[in-house]
């Protein structure tokens, strides 16, 4: 991404209603709701990655948390029995099998935290939202060339990129389907993200990272239950 500079020379203007940027426009590219290709999955992956990658110099400690506790999962577990106990929209009767299936899979929440926390990996700077459709493909070649969507950039675990990746791509469904039958896991996509990543950032993630990007795929999954049934 190339920025605009305003025209006193800043990289963002604030109006009365919000702050603003502006990029140049690429052109040749698009973007894509749905990953049909293994080589799609791939270069998804292999972007991400090496966006972590590129900017793996940069101190965590520069930037502030965009969204603080959104990488928590042991945060997302209480926000969700609070709003079970609370209940105020009147949903938990027929939310009971994702609550269950969330609570069912507690020992999974915290394993990051955990293994961070033991020195198992270090904090980073991750993108946050690694929904396929925060790429843009070059139309001719089909590779991916560019992430966009920067505003959740902060520090967090690498894992949760990844597990977010693979949530949205390896989906066999739309995102907001309404006919749960119609969900699943695509384990082709799933086994070209992996090799993608690898690919892309392999280089800066610990052995204990590779070996978490399956349980990071399950996680992001759980909590997206978590999010949907609140």
């Not at 020379?9 to 603003?20: F, K, M, N, R």
């Not at 040749?28 to 990953?35: A, E, I, K, L, N």
């Not at 293994?115 to 904090?123: D, L, Q, S, V």
């Not at 894992?159 to 699943?184: H, I, N, P, S, W």
Request: charged share 25%; with cysteine; aromatic share 8%.
């Amino acid at each position: 991404l190339e920025l605009v500079p305003t025209r006193a020379g800043g990289t963002y203007l604030v109006t009365e209603d919000a702050p603003w940027r502006t990029y140049v426009f690429i052109e040749g590219t698009r973007s894509f709701d749905r990953c049909d290709t293994r080589d799609r999955a791939h270069e998804a992956a292999r972007s991400f990655g090496q966006f972590q990658a590129d900017l793996v110099g940069l101190d965590v400690k520069r930037l502030r948390e965009t969204i603080p506790r959104f990488f928590s999962s042991p945060y997302r577990l209480v926000q969700l029995e609070d709003a079970v106990a609370a209940d105020l929209a009147g949903r938990v009767k027929g939310a009971k099998a994702e609550i269950a299936f969330v609570q069912g899979r507690r020992q999974l929440v915290d394993a990051v935290d955990c293994a961070m926390r033991a020195g198992a990996f270090r904090p980073r700077i991750v993108h946050g939202d690694t929904k396929l459709n925060n790429l843009l493909f070059d139309e001719t070649s089909g590779k991916a060339i560019c992430v966009v969507d920067l505003d959740t950039c902060m520090p967090g675990w690498s894992l949760y990129d990844f597990g977010d990746l693979v949530r949205f791509t390896a989906a066999r469904c739309k995102e907001d389907e309404q006919d749960l039958a119609l969900a699943g896991m695509d384990f082709d996509l799933y086994a070209a993200l992996v090799d993608g990543y690898l690919d892309g950032a392999g280089s800066l993630l610990s052995p204990a990272e590779v070996s978490m990007l399956p349980l990071a795929a399950r996680l992001a999954i759980v909590a997206g239950v978590q999010l949907n049934a609140q």
